[in-house]
Each structure stands twice: as C-alpha cells, then as structure tokens.
C-alpha cells in the first residue's frame, strides 16, 4: 500500500491563506461563543453593578484574549490529536492483548493521568495555608505525607480506570458502583460527627476527586472507551463508553478517606492553638513534622507570641532561641528553608515586634530593614509565567502521549492512521495549554479574584483595602462632630476628591501621630436593600448562579464530552442540551452553595439530602443516562470554574465571616448530575407516552 | 472468490428500544452476521402557544435509531423482509422501516458472503407502494434540513447517519486539517412516483447546486415499506393522514394515486443529472478504510464518503474478527467498477486481516454542483 498516499497537489500559498482564514474563524468564534457569557457578564457585573472599575483592565483583557486563542487550539489538539490516539488505543487494545494487559495498561494509565495532571500540585500548595493545630490530620497529609496522598489519588484513579474497562468489558451496569460508592461516603459523612479530624480531610477528599477529571484525562479515558466499546456489546451499543470518568472521581475520594484512616492514629485531635505546642503534648505534635526544627520553624512563622512562649518556656528562653538562630546559620537553613535572608524577611512579616528587636535592634533598624527586605513585589513575573505554564503544559501532556504511543507501537505492534495530523494534534494541546492557563492566570482569576471580593458590597459595607488612600500633613482641627438621632456623637471630616467632597468617619487608629498621616480605605456598598438585607443577597446567588452557568460552558472538558455525545449519538443526544443542562445544574449548585455560606447552613444538609434524591433518581434512570450525567458531573470542576468558583467563595466567605469555601464545589457536582438525569427523565417520559399512543392507536 | 453474483441487501432502520428484539429474531432465523450502525430518525411535532409564533407549526425531533444492513442469498429475499414485517410489526406505522435492493456481490472474503441457509418460513404477500431511496451527503450540520423535506412532503420518516469525507481533502498534506471532513448522509424512501419531486426539493433545500454543498442520488429499491410515523402526538381525527393513504394504497394495491401534479418548475426540470453511475460499497476492518479509498482514487475514484458499521454476529469464527468495520462509499462511473476492483484485490483487500467486500448497485439519477454553465 506504499504508492497509496503518494499522490500530493501542490496549493499555492494564496490557497492556503484561503483555506486557513475560514478554519481559524470559524474555531476562535466557537471559543469566543463559549466563554461570551462569562466574560460579558463579569465585565457588566463588574462596570454596570457593583460600579468598580477594573484594575488592570487591558492587562485582563488580553488575558482573556489569550484564554480563547489557547482554547480554540486545546480543543482542535484534543479532536486532531489525543482523542483519535485514545481511541485507537482502545479499539486495538481489546483485539490484540489479553485480560492481565488491559487491566495492566488501564491501571498504568490512570496513574499517569494523575500524575501529569497539573491541578493535582495545586493541592500541595494549598497544604501551606492549613493550620497544623486546627486540622491535624490535614495538615499532616497535605505536608509530610503529601506524596503519599498523590500516590494515593494516583492509585485511585487507576483503580478507577480498570474497574471502567472491567465494566465495559463484562457489561456491567454503572449503578452498583454509584450505590456502592456514594453509600461508602455517606458512612464516611456520618463518621465525621464522631471524628473532627475527619472534617477537614472530606473536603480535601473530594476537591482530589474534582481535580484529578482535568481538560487532558477526561477527553482521554472517554476516547479509549469509545474505542474499547466499538468492539463490544451489541449493534445499538454504540453509544458506551461512558461512566469513567464517573469512577475517576469517585475512587480517589474513598483512597483519601482511606489514607486518612491509616494516618489517624499519629495526629492529635484538633486543639487551640496554645495547647498544641504546649510542653505535655508536644511529641504527638511532633508526628506531624519530619524532625524537632521543622516544628519550630512552623511555630515561629505561623503561630501566635503567647504560643512561641508556652513551646519556649519563657519569654527569656524564645528570646535566647531567636539570638541562637541569628548566630547560626546552618540551623536558619533548618528551620527556614535555604533561601536568601529567610530568617530577616521572616522577622519582617511578623507582627510581633520582639522578633524584629532581636534580630535588627533598634526602631531605626527595623525601619531600615524594612525598606529593605519588606517590599513586596507585586511586579508579575514574566519570565516565571511563561516558564512554569511552559513546563506544566508539557508535563500534562507530553509523558502521557509518549506512553500511549509506546503501548500503541511495542504492545499492541499497531501503525497509527493519520500519524501526522496526531503529532500536530498534539502539538497543539501542547501550545493551547501553555497559552489558556497563562490567560487564566492573567485574565480569569484576576477576574474573578475581583468581583469576588468585591461581591459581597452588594449587601454589606465593605472596605476597598487595595484603594487605600494617605492623607499626609493631616490636621486633626479639620474634624468635625455629628450627632445621630438618639444622641450619640461620631466624629468625621470632610476630604476633597478629584473636585467632589465628601464625608469620612475619623478613626483614631488610622491616624499616625509621629507621621501626621491619616490612612484612609474607601468602603462601598450595601448596594441593593439595607446592610446584611435580603435583596443584595440575592442579587449575589443570582450572580452566583449565573457565573456557575457561564463558566461550565466554556469549561474544555465538558465541551469534549458534548460533542463526543453528540458524535456517538450520530446527534440525537445534542451536545447543545447536555451543556444547558449541565451549565443550569452547575449554576443551581453554585447558588446553592453561596447560600450555605451566606447563612451558614451546615454541610451535611447541603450534602445528604442532594445524594439521596441523586441516588433515587440514578435508580429509575436509564442507563445511558446515568453514565452521561455522572460523568457530565466529574467534568464541570475544571479550570474555567474552579478558580472563579474559589475566588468567589473565599470573596464571600470573608466578607461573612466562614472559613469554609468548599460547599461550593461539592454542590457544582451534586447539581449537574441531577439536571441530567432529570432531563434524561424528561426525554424518556415524552418518548414512552409516544410509544404507548401508537400502540393504543393499533 | 471473483464470481460476482446478484444477492439482495435489505436495511432495516428500527427505533433503538427495539434493537435488541430484532438482533434475536434475526439469529432465529439463522442470519450468522449483519453490520448495524447507529442512526438518528426526524419527525416532527406540532409546536404549541408561544413556540407556534417563532418556529413555525412544526419543530422536528430526534430520535435514537439503528440501521442495520443485511446481505442474502436472493431466494430469501421476501420471506425475510415478510417475516421481519410480521415479527416487528412494520406494518404498524412508526415502528421502523425495511427495505431491500439488488446488488452485486463483486468481491468478498470468504468469510463474510451473504447469509445462506435461513430457516425462514413466512407468507409473503405484495407490498402496496413501489419504492425509490434517496441518499445525500452533505456537510455536518446541513443534513436536518434536507431531511426535513422528506417530512413535509409526507414520504417518509428520514434517517440521518454520520460520515467521513475522503477526496481532494487527503492530497492536501497537513492542510487537509483545514476542510472539515464530517458528513451528514441523509437517507429517505419515497413513493416511485415521487422520487424525483422529493430529490429536486432537497436540492433546493440543500442548495446542491452551489459549490461544496454537497451529492445526492436516487437509487431503486426492490420491496419494502416506508415508515410513514411523520407525526409525533396524537392525531386530532379519528384516523391519522397517514393511515388514511396507508389504508387506499391498500386498496388500490398501488401509490401512484398520489402523484403529485404542479411542482415541475420550469427552471428546475431543466437540471442536468448524473446518469449511468454506479454506487460502489468497499466494506472492511476499520483503520484500513482510507488506504483502500486512496487506492480507488489513483485508479480514478473521485472520492468517498467513509463511515463505521459494526458486525454483529453470533457464529463463532465470525466472532473472533474485530466488529468495527468501515463502509466506504464511492459513486464512480461504470468504466471505474473493473480497474478499482482490481486495484483492491491487487492491494490483498480480500484477505484476512482487512476483511473486504464489494458490492454495487445502479444509481438511478444523480446531482451536484457541475461547475459553471458554458
């Protein structure tokens, strides 16, 4: 078949101009169209609502610019490249090995995907902000043992994906897995209010469950389904291939809990923060740091004065330590890490002053010190972007490609159609990614990061600290007395602004006496209704909802699942309906979970309640459906939402006053799956009574 | 085996929830193997209250369906498509539809010849309607709206399935990345008598007199019975349209009551068709699809549209094949058939591995864009 392909027309490069314009338009309308709405609709929120003009306006744009370039080539890499190499896979795959190799390859595989999946590291950074003394157990699994808990999700999702194969291969329905699964958690749900330590660790357990389903894995594993199931099943089986991504997200949750459980016994329970570095109980504390220095160098950068104090003994002997740690180098290297002036900047941004005398001396030292080491910079790094995107996006997709085509070559012995359109395919993802998580970086969570916080202004008061404004020379004769109208006094003053006057409230504590500087932080809102009123909260579950909305349609891996859909359904299941449905159901839970944080509503009833309705409506829906609509679930957590969910849900929650923002997420999962099944219900219901008026009309 | 031989190809396209009913009926009988490929059948529904204002009086709606195609020795013919009628329940508008035309049987391997040795015992009686199938290739997307025109012209339900272009596309290098290569392959039954009327709609519709829209061609259909279903909802009379004509073309034992007089356009009878071709199907494993294409297309093959079947069978050395197969379909003048066939049986498409099959049949009419009139 040598001479096959041999045959080639020389085109012109008129013609090829002609023939890129129209292909490029038409992939960076469809991306434009899928993330419009978000985008139109923060930028209204933003000018029109909450009435703040975006910072670094141009700087988000192009970013958002970058995000739809970077998208409209992600998803031509993904239909060019990794899909049809998923796909072959799974078609030869089954023909050409035995059970052992499939299953081999299925578990191999998904630990791959784990390990390559860029979010998965987003985890470890989150270990930082966990507080060791408030949830233990966390903090022990996001810093010591943080590779056991990769490896662990790793091991999940292999399970994951062998149980898949295992399924499509011996027919089995999805559902007992659900029921298994979610019953599974809902136990683990029930053991948390025996167990504190537990709380902490669910949430991780499922955010791991959210993050490991990313824009490359899922596209992936649905494809080698789809191949696996062209060779199994029935004439009208056609339209398997479903439900991996289902059990991708399931079965690293249940690894969590269970890494928590091996784990549990070397924490202590979660204590304040004075007791666990307190003498008695200082070894259990000590398990959950490799070595004593590791501990004191926690202590000293995270905890309180007074705890400092309890650890040391005394005043004198954390006086000592600091003075012994100021002589010795190699112990700073111990107990900072190895970076440059670590134990300076750290004297710097703490807030306690003792640390900073002994290590600068004086008042005129400190100042000092503090020009210095305390500038931040908030100068974006360039060169950091480009380089730490540039690796992520080779590390999500390249290994994973290398071994596919290992398998594909020197296993299963098979050539690849079209090779050079994969090779291109995957160059593509490659470069789609680079530019759409530098673009999300820049754009989207800056984006998101701002109407966020600024979210809550529409039913509260509050303060605008990046537009914090210095009055200098400030004469406090210029202020002036007020009276309310039960008598009590305020004290305010009158400032000057880009020809406009207006009234500022005087608070002693912002005024500077050594400086004459008064600082001054512009407040805005409540916006709709009276402060804390209902009006301006919904107005934010309203722009919670439809932000969920925007987001997951443009979210890349929901994309591919649509249209993946639609292609094996030959487009009687339209991509169109799964994305509204999902997109509704993402928005609803959105909503949903900015209520539990607006009025504190316990996770458990955000939780159970949903599942078991869930699990009830799985129960009497077909199975096409349920495999669609689970999976459809796994996919709506990636990178479009979450960060703008995060963003949001930590905006409000410290606006409020929680501390918890992952009822959100939770609730984005839960929501979708049962739009879909409900849909599905829906369109089986219309079905059924047609069928039934032709048989009654015979 | 070069002997090539007349057998008769019979499609059946059912609903999806009846699939697995006809897949065991047909083992009963004592198919050993079909090739079956999931589909999508139109109907429409009447819109109602606001929906009426924007969409019109009627929205069409999808529906999940099989196509399933069947190669026989040509003495069953009847009897299987009577005794699929009488088991299925085609009679019975809305549940599916099943036809059969006569092809030839140029080539296979050895494996896969038609079906022999059935035990099908059924009483075969005539058929009112004498039928004409319709096939349209279009771009992705553009196939609802051709279908459509099945729909209100009242012939039948459509059946929309999904290919792959292959042609001018692949001579292009890595730029053929650039031409979308996803098909619409809409297929539709009609009366006889209204074939053409039916065919010179859709190429309205379709606008396949304007360049890169598309093909479409008439083909003969030996026996079957259309699926007349148009309508979903409950009919507002005491009998539905549909059963109404049902009913006189029993009657009559004839359609060309329904001749439809008054369409023929000036303008439009003037279309110059493509006469004398033939449709050529190369069946084989999947992956080796494009290759034999290119193979075809050096010998003169204009081009063809590829889609995935799958073979279903329950005999045991057919089982241990890979099911996924390719169809590529080539619509090549008469002079082409010979040199391609040898082409691909010079290129071992016959043997084991890529597992080939060929078959043609006369095209009746066909039409595309020609390029501009002198």
């Known amino acids: 078949m040598a001479n096959a392909s041999r045959q080639k027309i020389k085109i012109t490069v008129n013609e090829k101009i002609n023939l890129l314009i129209p292909y490029v338009k038409k992939r960076i309308i469809e991306q434009i169209k899928s993330v419009a709405v978000i985008i139109i609709y923060l930028i209204l929120f933003q000018t029109l609502v909450l009435g703040i003009p975006i910072a670094e306006a141009s700087l988000i744009a192009c970013g958002l610019a970058v995000v739809i370039v970077g998208l409209a080539f992600f998803m031509e890499g993904l239909f060019l490249g990794l899909m049809p190499l998923g796909e072959t896979i799974g078609l030869k795959l089954l023909q050409k090995s035995k059970l052992p190799v499939i299953l081999g390859f299925s578990f191999i595989f998904g630990v791959g995907v784990t390990l390559a999946e860029p979010a998965i590291g987003v985890l470890k950074v989150a270990g930082s902000t966990v507080k060791a003394w408030e949830a233990p157990l966390l903090y022990l699994i996001l810093n010591k043992y943080s590779n056991w808990l990769v490896n662990s999700v790793g091991l999940g999702v292999g399970a994951a994906v062998l149980f898949g194969m295992l399924r499509f291969i011996y027919n089995w329905s999805l559902k007992p897995f659900i029921y298994i699964l979610v019953g599974f958690l809902s136990i683990v749900t029930v053991l948390i209010s025996f167990n504190p330590n537990f709380i902490h660790l669910v949430g991780l357990a499922w955010d791991c469950g959210a993050v490991t389903t990313g824009p490359v894995t899922v596209p992936l594993v649905l494809a080698l389904g789809i191949g696996i199931c062209r060779i199994l099943g029935g004439g009208s089986s056609d339209s398997a291939g479903f439900g991996v991504v289902t059990l991708a997200s399931l079965f690293p949750i249940i690894a969590v809990i269970l890494l928590g459980f091996a784990l549990i016994g070397k924490v202590p329970q979660p204590m304040k923060e004075k007791d666990f570095f307190n003498k008695e109980q200082i070894s259990k504390a000590l398990n959950l740091f490799n070595n004593q220095e590791e501990l004191e160098g926690y202590l000293l950068q995270n905890a309180s004065y007074e705890s400092q104090i309890s650890y040391f003994g005394s005043e004198e002997n954390l006086k000592n330590y600091i003075e012994k740690l100021k002589a010795d180098k190699s112990l700073q290297i111990k107990i900072f890490g190895g970076a440059e002036n670590a134990l300076e900047k750290w004297a710097i941004n703490s807030p306690i002053l003792a640390h900073k005398q002994v290590v600068f001396g004086d008042d005129d030292k400190i100042q000092e010190a503090l020009a210095k080491f305390g500038t931040k910079s908030d100068m974006l790094d360039y060169a950091d972007l480009f380089k730490r995107n540039g690796i992520a996006s080779v590390q999500a997709i390249v290994p994973l490609t290398i071994f596919l085509l290992l398998v594909l070559f020197l296993i299963l012995r098979e050539r690849l159609n079209n090779a050079d359109e994969v090779m291109l395919g995957i160059l593509f993802g490659v470069i789609g990614m680079f530019l759409f998580n530098i673009g999300i970086e820049l754009g989207l969570s800056k984006l998101g990061g701002q109407v966020g916080s600024k979210l809550p202004s529409s039913f509260k008061k509050i303060e605008l600290t990046e537009e914090q404004k210095k009055i200098s020379n400030f004469d406090k004769s210029i202020l002036q007395k007020s009276v309310t109208l039960s008598g009590a006094q305020e004290i305010f003053f009158i400032i000057k602004e880009k020809d406009e006057y207006k009234t500022i409230p005087f608070d002693e504590k912002f005024y500077n006496q050594n400086t004459n500087q008064y600082i001054y932080t512009p407040t805005k809102g409540p916006l709709f209704g009276a402060e804390d009123g209902l009006l301006g909260k919904l107005v934010v579950i309203l722009f919670a909802f439809i932000m969920g909305y925007g987001a997951t349609l443009a979210e890349p891996a929901l994309n591919a699942l649509g249209v993946t859909v639609e292609e094996i359904t030959v487009g009687a299941f339209k991509k169109s309906l799964l994305m509204q449905s999902v997109a509704l159901g993402v928005g609803a839970g959105i909503a949903i979970g900015v209520m539990k944080i607006i009025w504190n509503i316990p996770l458990f009833w955000m939780l159970v309640p949903p599942y078991i309705l869930l699990l009830f409506v799985s129960k009497i829906s077909t199975e096409e459906y349920v495999n669609i609509g689970w999976d459809s679930a796994g996919v709506t957590t990636g990178p479009i939402t979450v960060p703008l969910v995060l963003a949001m849900g930590l905006g409000i929650s410290g606006q409020v006053g929680g501390v918890e923002g992952f009822g959100i997420l939770s609730m984005a999962s839960v929501c979708p799956i049962l739009s879909v099944l409900l849909t599905g219900l829906y369109v089986s219901y219309k079905r059924k009574k047609q069928f039934e008026q032709l048989e009654q009309k015979n | ?374």
């Not at chain 2, 051709?146 to 042609?167: E, F, M, Q």
């Not at chain 2, 209204?194 to 065919?199: C, G, N």
Request: proline share 3%.
């Open chain 2, 1 to 374: 085996m070069s002997n090539a031989r007349k057998i008769a190809q019979i499609n059946i396209i059912i609903n999806k929830s009846l699939y697995n009913e006809l897949q065991d009926f047909l083992f009963s009988l004592g198919i050993k193997y079909f090739y079956s490929t999931v589909s999508r059948s139109l109907m429409l529904e009447e819109n109602e209250g606001l929906s009426r204002v924007f969409s019109g009086d009627n929205t069409t709606v999808d529906e999940q369906s099989v196509t399933i195609s069947l190669l026989v020795d040509k003495k069953y013919e009847e009897q299987i498509i009577a005794a699929i009628i009488e088991k299925m329940k085609f009679d019975i508008a809305g549940r599916g539809t099943i036809f059969s035309k006569e092809v030839s049987l140029l080539n296979s391997n050895e494996s896969i010849i038609e079906n022999q040795n059935l035990s099908v015992k059924a009483e075969t009686k005539k058929l009112p309607v004498e039928l004409a199938g319709i096939i349209a290739i279009l771009m992705r997307g553009e196939g609802d709206q051709v279908a459509r025109v099945s729909l209100d012209t009242g012939s039948s339900v459509p059946n929309i399935t999904y290919g792959k272009g292959a042609g001018l596309r692949d001579k292009i290098g890595l730029w053929r990345i650039t031409i979308p290569a996803e098909k619409d392959v809409v297929t539709a039954l009609t009366a006889a008598h209204d074939v053409d009327a039916v065919m010179n709609l859709m190429i309205d519709k379709g606008q396949l007199d304007q360049p890169g829209k598309g093909f479409i061609y008439t083909y003969p259909i030996n026996k079957g019975i259309l699926n007349t279903k148009i309508h979903i909802g409950m009919p507002k009379h005491a009998a539905s349209i549909e059963q109404i004509i049902n009913v006189i073309d029993e009657i009559k034992n004839s359609s060309s009551w329904r001749k439809r007089e008054g369409y023929a356009d000036e303008n439009k009878s003037k279309r110059k068709y493509l006469t004398n071709l033939i449709e050529m199907a190369l069946i084989c494993v999947e992956g080796f699809g494009p290759d034999l294409t290119k193979i075809a297309m050096n010998v003169g093959a204009p081009g063809a549209t590829i889609s995935k079947l799958k073979l279903v069978t329950n005999n045991e050395t057919l089982s241990k094949q890979p099911p996924a197969r390719e169809l590529c379909s080539l619509i090549i003048g008469e002079a082409l058939v010979k040199p391609i066939l040898e082409a691909l049986e010079k290129n071992n498409a016959f043997d084991n591995e890529k597992i080939g099959q060929v078959l043609i049949n006369p095209v009746v009419k066909a039409f595309t864009y020609f390029g501009k009139k002198k």
